[in-house]
């Protein structure tokens, strides 16, 4: 926080430098709340005998945004207040406090994104890696900032940290921490086709496991990106980690050693009235069980405006998931497969106000499972979100 604090008077000092040299500024300020009715047949993805889960969440929400000719800041504070009734009874708020930060100079390019968030990991760990967690609250801090040099119109320097601490409030996952930074070239070829080779190290540690657990990778990461039309893009990129680890056990340590390809690739088609997104990609996650964990994951998502005032939605997940590193919480991971698709309607009722109608439906399956698992789940959701303020100096 107390680097978050020093970047935030430093970039306040540098907005009064550049507003005595008469420089524009714009200030918005949207808030909205919303509110929506939930059911799931499957609310914890288990395969032992559950019964039909319904809720309720309350989202009050601010979004922020400044802007000057150097300097952009952009901010949405938001809360969720849940409850579940039914097969399951629980009760909790989610709190979302995020910060992004970008200051321009001639050359350079100043960054940051970070912030507080506070969520269940079964609706987000789970959506991000295909690990079914416990039902619990995730509290994770995150500071990344980042800094690109301009060294000629086709070469820039690309530099980053990345600092997180994860907290979970049941003692039956682990807390971690990672550190990382990376550093590297970019070059545009052509107009159309740009190069980034970039040298990368994390490390990744638990803070409270019965089991400790540390592993740390350097590794070397290059992408391409082409432009195939104003429409079209693809990223493909790929590169070697070297992974090492150690697990504490009460009968010693063990360390590991392995190298371990990391790669994916990404495609985006616009269309005057629709986008479709393609992305895989293999990569190494930090789990609350107390290891690292590789994720294979494919997704497809698109969008499709009807009309001005009502849009189709499709997302489409599917992974597979693997210890790559450690154990977790003693025993080993087993292989995970996980897939969502979730369809949903975007409403326009009046001028201020939305709606939304969504399903999604999972499936999960393990090696150690005695079956899979499956759920059905709906949301019908109402926003409210009245006229910006906004104003400029």
Not at 180 to 206: A, H, K, N, P, V
Not at 341 to 370: G, H
Request: charged content about 15%.
């Amino acid at each position: 926080m107390r680097g978050v604090g020093r970047l935030l008077v430093l970039l306040w000092l540098l907005e009064c430098t550049t507003a005595g040299q008469s420089e524009a500024a714009e200030w918005s300020l949207a808030p909205s709340i919303g509110a929506k009715g939930v059911y799931n047949s499957n609310l914890l993805l288990t395969p032992l005998p559950h019964h039909d889960t319904y809720g309720y969440w309350v989202t009050p929400a601010t979004e922020f945004a400044g802007k000057t000719e150097r300097l952009d800041v952009s901010s949405r504070l938001a809360a969720d207040i849940v409850g579940y009734f039914g097969g399951e009874d629980r009760q909790f708020t989610n709190v979302f406090a995020p910060l992004s930060v970008r200051y321009r100079t001639d050359k350079d390019l100043f960054g940051f994104n970070g912030g507080f968030t506070r969520d269940n990991t079964l609706l987000s760990e789970l959506q991000a890696t295909g690990v079914v967690l416990q039902f619990a609250q995730r509290n994770q801090w995150t500071f990344n900032p980042t800094w690109t040099r301009t060294v000629t119109e086709k070469l820039s320097v690309q530099s980053s940290v990345q600092l997180s601490d994860t907290t979970y409030e049941t003692a039956r996952l682990a807390d971690h921490r990672v550190v990382g930074g990376s550093g590297g070239l970019q070059y545009q070829l052509t107009e159309r086709d740009q190069i980034l080779l970039l040298g990368s190290y994390t490390d990744f540690r638990t803070t409270d496991s019965p089991f400790p657990f540390r592993a740390n990778f350097p590794g070397i990461n290059m992408s391409l990106t082409h432009a195939l039309d104003e429409s079209l893009t693809g990223t493909v990129y790929g590169g070697p980690r070297f992974l090492s680890s150690t697990t504490q056990t009460p009968v010693g340590s063990f360390d590991a050693n392995e190298t371990v390809w990391l790669a994916g690739a990404s495609m985006t088609k616009k269309f005057e009235r629709a986008m479709v997104q393609v992305t895989f990609a293999r990569d190494l996650s930090p789990s609350g069980f107390g290891l690292l964990i590789q994720t294979n994951r494919g997704e497809v998502s698109g969008t499709y405006d009807v009309s001005e005032t009502l849009a189709l939605g499709l997302n489409l997940v599917g992974m597979i998931t693997t210890g790559k590193a450690g154990t977790a919480i003693g025993a080993t991971f087993p292989e995970s497969r996980y897939v969502s698709v979730a369809p949903k309607l975007t409403w326009q009722l009046l001028e201020w106000w939305w709606a939304e109608v969504s399903y999604m439906y999972r499936w999960r399956d393990t090696d150690i499972a005695i079956s899979s698992a499956e759920s059905h789940g709906t949301t019908f959701m109402v926003t409210y979100s009245p006229a910006h303020l906004s104003f400029s100096h």
